[in-house]
Each structure stands twice: as C-alpha cells, then as structure tokens.
Nanobody, 123 residues
C-alpha cells in the first residue's frame, strides 16, 4: 500500500509563487511515476504535471507549461510542484497521485491518491 500526503497549499496573490510537496510512504516508492492533478469547483479533474520514476522525464498540462515545475527526490520519497506566475484560474484543490509505468494525463490511470491541498489565487 502507498500513502500520499500533500502539503504547501494556501492563499497567494495573482502573479505570486507557491510550492507544493507530496510525501509518500509504502512499498516500491522509487519505481512509481508521480503526477499532480487539480480540480476546481464544478470542473473535472485536470492533469497538471507528471514525472517518471527516475525523474528523467516530465510532462505538463498545456495550461501550466512554462509556469510550473515538477520534480521528485527519491531519497526523500517526495515529489514537488513549484508554481510561479499564478493566476486566479489556478485556484483548485491539488492532488498528487502515483502509478506504475509512464506518465499519463488520465486520472483513471493513477492508482494511489492523496487527500488534496487547497490552492487559492486572489486577483
């Protein structure tokens, strides 16, 4: 079993920056691909970014390219999401997730999920 716990959410003004972390525990963590998703009220869950098990490959959703950076530290069993130039439309609950295999953008492909952390960007 794998447990994921997000942290770092909060309130930030538009144009500001925020960093999220996703700590994990459980078996075979270093072999799992990780992803960040977000869900705003009344909207479907959206793929934000993903990083493969080794950290050598990253994928980003179109709406965050150039502003968000995903990374992971296998020694710390932690994935990070650094967000800059935040916009009000980035407001959502952010979830981390994990799966085996390559990074994909479909939430249904991910097996393990955290509880989420709220990010609110004020205009």
């Amino acid at each position: 079993q794998v447990q994921l716990v997000e942290s770092g959410g909060g309130l930030v003004q538009a144009g500001g920056s925020l960093g999220l972390s996703c700590a994990s525990s459980g078996r075979a963590l270093s072999t799992l691909t990780r992803g960040w998703f977000r869900q705003a009220p009344g909207k479907e869950r959206e793929f934000v970014a993903g990083v493969n098990w080794s950290g050598s490959s990253t994928v980003y959703g179109d709406s965050v390219k150039g502003r968000f950076t995903v990374s992971k530290d296998n020694a710390k069993n932690t994935m990070y999401l650094q967000m800059i130039s935040l916009k009000p439309e980035d407001t959502a609950v952010y979830y981390c997730a994990a799966k085996r295999g390559v990074v994909t953008s479909k939430s249904d492909d991910y097996t393990y999920w955290g509880q989420g952390t709220q990010v609110t960007v004020s205009s």
